[in-house]
């Protein structure tokens, strides 16, 4: 137990579909954060959330959505995806987005795309 | 932009045996995270190291951080099957740049 929870845990959408991937966390942090890993890649960066204000947006495709009501809450909307989109989606906070943060990881969210 | 690399990138050993695993890079990092992750999970953090030179030590695991704080490597003495897994070095930029991941050593210890 980590405290950074997401749901679900496994995602089976089509490519028309709409749907969302939820984190909380519970460490009192106040930087968010969407990775996502495929398999022979690395982690890749996509969203980066300062108290609830986006500080970075990696070139991430616009039918991912992320959205931060609050700091303990990060969503991510899922709009006509791809096959090339199934991966694990990895929701991560730290207690700054700055130099000296540790970032700590959920379990994970393993989407695909059919 | 920053990179990091790992190997070797898969690692096969019997239980009981020592193993040493590096990330490298030709940039410099403010601090480097190892983490291990295990199939169907999220990373869970090691331990960071943050001064050049700094060797941490956390049971079996060695970690040493290079002089010049640019690369990296682990050490497990006595390899168990619990140590099966994904590990991942992660580079903190100087300047607040987000951390950088390599692409992870897997590492399987067979009983």
């Known amino acids: 137990e980590t405290g950074v929870t997401q749901t679900p845990r496994h995602l089976v959408m089509g490519m028309t579909n709409k749907k969302s991937l939820k984190c909380e966390q519970h460490?009192?942090?106040?930087?968010m954060y969407w990775y996502k890993q495929s398999a022979k890649k690395p982690l890749e960066l996509m969203f980066v959330y300062s108290l609830e204000e986006r500080v970075e947006n990696n070139s991430v495709p616009s039918r991912f959505s992320p959205e931060c009501p609050n700091s303990s809450h990060l969503f991510l909307h899922l709009h006509t995806l791809q096959p090339e989109d199934s991966a694990l989606y990895l929701c991560?906070?730290?207690?700054?987005?700055?130099?000296?943060?540790?970032?700590?990881f959920g379990e994970g969210s393993w989407l695909t795309v059919v | 932009t920053q990179l990091l690399e790992q190997s070797p990138q898969f690692l096969s050993i019997q239980e009981g045996e020592n193993l040493t695993v590096y990330c490298n890079s030709s940039?410099?990092?403010?601090?480097l995270q190892w983490y291990r992750q295990e199939p169907g999970e999220g990373p869970v953090l090691l331990v960071t190291?943050?001064?050049?030179?700094e060797v941490k030590k956390l049971k079996r695991l060695t970690f040493q951080f290079g002089d010049a704080r640019k690369d990296s490597s682990l050490h497990i003495t006595a390899a168990q099957p619990g140590d099966t897994g994904l590990y991942l070095c992660a580079g903190e930029g100087n300047y607040g740049q987000n951390f950088v991941f390599g692409p992870g050593t897997r590492l399987s210890v067979l009983p």
């Open positions: 460490l009192g942090h106040n930087a």
């Open positions: 991560a906070s730290s207690q700054g987005a700055g130099t000296g943060n540790t970032i700590y």
């Open positions: 940039s410099v990092f403010s601090s």
């Open positions: 190291v943050v001064t050049g030179g």
